[in-house]
Nanobody
Framework: VQLVESGGGLVQAGGSLRLSCVVS????????MSWHRQAPGEQRETVAV???????SYRDSVKGRFTISRDNAKNTMYLQMNSLKPEDTAVYYC???????????????WGQGTQVTVSS
């Protein structure tokens, strides 16, 4: 499985960005996927998850601002990020993994990441 992210960049607080993740080596429709992020000096954290059955999950700090989606025909996953805050600054990673019924997600394949920087 190969994952290639794009769409990161520099944006002012309150702005928007849309990240894309193109999947190859598997069908996006058949896998669970997620966006993770890692800020400088911090551990990686799960931002949002989308299951192959259509369910989604978000970390509390992005609920109402971020939307995860996928276009299975394009084998692509997206993360629409609105009302961005400086604390959203991080490298964002696309993953393929397994989403369990207790809302636990285990990532198995990672993309190379895309930098998102939000200025105040």
């Amino acid at each position: 499985v190969q994952l290639v992210e794009s769409g990161g960049g520099l944006v002012q607080a309150g702005g928007s960005l849309r990240l894309s993740c193109v999947v190859s080596g598997t069908s996006a429709s058949a896998v669970d996927m997620s966006w993770h992020r890692q800020a400088p000096g911090e551990q990686r954290e799960t931002v949002a998850v989308t299951s192959s059955t259509g369910s989604t999950s978000y970390r509390d700090s992005v609920k109402g601002r971020f939307t995860i989606s996928r276009d299975n025909a394009k084998n692509t996953m997206y993360l629409q990020m609105n009302s961005l805050k400086p604390e959203d600054t991080a490298v964002y990673y696309c993953t393929v993994g397994t989403y369990y019924s207790n809302d636990y997600y285990f990532p198995q394949s990672w993309g190379q990441g895309t930098q998102v920087t939000v200025s105040s």
